[in-house]
């Protein structure tokens, strides 16, 4: 069992790459630690002839963003049937696409914001929506190319019309939902617990907030109403099964508290391969339910197969 080879696959050419290397990184030592034969793979775009060679046991999938979490990878490892960890080809790359996300996750009752596709370049003389909102590549993941228009901006953001925009032209408009980012782990269909995330010095949880070392502050179990807390668990696990997820998902909320009760609780969206760096959320909440992060990649690993 713990003798199997693991290929852990990180790195990439990414906006992504640092923190799937440090992602990459932890989890080959502690899968090292637990006792498997780990090789550490720097991914590139010959992964199939690399992994060919390797014939390992199973592909430990540490790979963040396009490629590494939108189905490519996974379609690789199932016609090279070679087990691997995390959510399969059609849950990735529904997961990866936010507004196919909200779609499917609409249809499965769990509630999503007002959202619409623009193009950057038709959007720069007049609002797609009444602010505030946000706008993000449909593709991307750890907050890369988000902006957010405030209530008192005239015109949305000069920017999009730069002619070095370094994101895709489509993108995703969302109604702004002001209150707490809260996110809760699934793991094998079993919620793992809700953390309320407090972005330090930063307007949102944008990249610094999420990966360096002080960004934010996670408060874990998150302060809020008993009931509140189970309808996100529910809801993230409910999220998990609707998008077909498999292994270990992160879904991420945003709860406008009112006292009243009448606040918004929304779901922003589904990681399939949600972040294992020292900092990450996931981690911390396999150890609030009592699991080391060592035996959380163990089970990982144990987790992996083909046709996810």
Not at 64 to 87: A, K, M, R
Request: proline share 6%; aromatic share 6%; charged share 25%.
């Amino acid at each position: 069992m713990a003798s199997k080879h693991v290929a852990v696959l990180m790195g990439g050419w990414v906006n992504e790459r640092p923190v799937s290397l440090a992602s990459g990184k932890g989890c080959a030592d502690a899968l090292e630690e637990a006792g498997y034969r780990v090789t550490r793979v720097d991914v590139d775009r010959n992964i199939s002839a690399v992994l060919k060679d390797l014939k390992p046991d199973v592909v430990f999938n540490a790979l963040h963003g396009p490629f590494g979490e939108d189905g490519c990878v996974q379609g690789i490892l199932e016609v090279l049937n070679i087990p691997y960890t995390h959510s399969g080809v059609l849950a990735s790359s529904l997961a990866m696409n936010k507004v196919k996300a909200k779609a499917v996750m609409n249809a499965a009752g769990i509630p999503v914001t007002e959202h619409l596709v623009v193009n950057r370049r038709e959007i720069t003389r007049e609002h797609p929506m009444k602010p505030p909102y946000v706008l993000k590549p449909i593709n991307e993941g750890s907050s890369f190319g988000v902006l957010i228009v405030k209530e008192d901006q005239e015109f949305p953001p000069q920017e999009l019309a730069r002619e070095d925009w370094p994101y895709p032209d489509v993108l995703m408009c969302e109604k702004f939902i002001s209150g707490r980012e809260l996110t809760c782990a699934v793991m094998d269909d079993t919620a793992l617990g809700v953390i309320d995330i407090v972005p330090l010095g930063h307007g949102f949880y944008d990249y610094d907030a999420k990966y360096a070392q002080g960004g934010s502050k996670h408060i874990l179990p998150a302060k809020i109403s008993p009931i509140v807390y189970q309808t996100i668990e529910t809801l993230a696990v409910k999220a998990h099964q609707a998008l077909g997820c498999r292994g270990v998902s992160r879904a991420d909320f945003r709860f406008d508290e009112k006292e009243d009760g009448s606040g918004e609780l929304i779901c922003l969206e589904v990681n399939t391969q949600p972040g294992m760096t020292p900092t990450s959320l996931v981690p911390e909440m396999a150890a609030h339910k009592g699991m080391s992060f060592k035996d959380l990649v163990s089970w990982m690993v144990e987790d992996a197969s083909c046709c996810r």
